[in-house]
């Protein structure tokens, strides 16, 4: 599976964004997708991710910001970040997991393909 993230870019403070990322292959609908994030200086953090089954889960400090969703028939995956924060700075991968533990979701461990990540930039 290769993964290709694109959408970032340079947005002000309150302003939304939506990333995409298309997967290759043909078994996408069986695979659960995560978001994550890596600021300069820090750790790569969890996002947002969403199962094979559409259950989606999300980090407290994307909830009710940031909506993750899926289309199958177009094997991709989206964020779509709303009320952006100089905070939400930072390089967002996507990820492809074949077997993500519910209670897994969250562990970078638990995906096995990464896409090369987009930068986007919250001016305040």
């Known amino acids: 599976v290769q993964l290709q993230a694109s959408g970032g870019g340079l947005v002000q403070a309150g302003g939304s964004l939506r990333l995409s990322c298309v997967a290759s292959?043909?078994?996408?609908?069986?695979?659960?997708m995560g978001w994550f994030r890596q600021a300069p200086g820090k750790e790569r953090e969890f996002v947002a991710a969403?199962?094979?089954?559409?259950?989606?889960y999300y980090a407290d400090s994307s909830k009710g910001r940031f909506t993750i969703s899926r289309d199958n028939a177009k094997n991709t995956v989206y964020l779509q970040m709303n009320s952006l924060k100089s905070e939400d700075t930072a390089v967002y991968y996507c990820?492809?997991?074949?077997?993500?533990?519910?209670?897994?979701?969250?562990?970078?461990?638990?995906?096995?393909?990464w896409g090369q990540g987009t930068l986007v930039t919250v001016s305040s």
């Open positions: 990820a492809a997991g074949r077997s993500i533990i519910l209670t897994e979701v969250s562990a970078g461990t638990s995906y096995d393909y």
């Open positions: 969403i199962r094979w089954n559409g259950n989606t």
């Open positions: 292959g043909r078994t996408f609908s069986m695979y659960g």
